[in-house]
């Protein structure tokens, strides 16, 4: 069973932003051992999906990599603003 990973990533992360419509899941790169996500929310939201000293996005990515290893993949996740 494949884990869907922008599913995954969008579930965590809507809970979290005050503009929800701005947020965007992106997967760039998807092989056999990679997968590179790209997640996009709006400027304001940044500091949330981040958050103090990068908890919350250390804590997503370690939910990701578990679902990741799973499958054998390595997965990066790079958040920005738009």
Do not use: C, H, W
Request: hydrophobic letters at 50%; charged letters at 25%.
């Amino acid at each position: 069973m494949a884990v869907d990973f922008e599913k995954l990533i969008k579930n965590m992360i809507m809970p979290l932003v005050v503009n929800p419509d701005d947020v965007l899941v992106k997967i760039l790169f998807d092989d056999e051992n990679t997968v590179n996500i790209q997640l996009l929310v709006n400027e304001a939201d940044l500091g949330r999906v981040i958050g103090k000293g990068g908890k919350i996005a250390s804590a997503m990515r370690t939910i990701v990599y578990a679902g990741a290893s799973k499958e054998g993949k390595r997965v990066q996740i790079d958040i920005d603003s738009f």
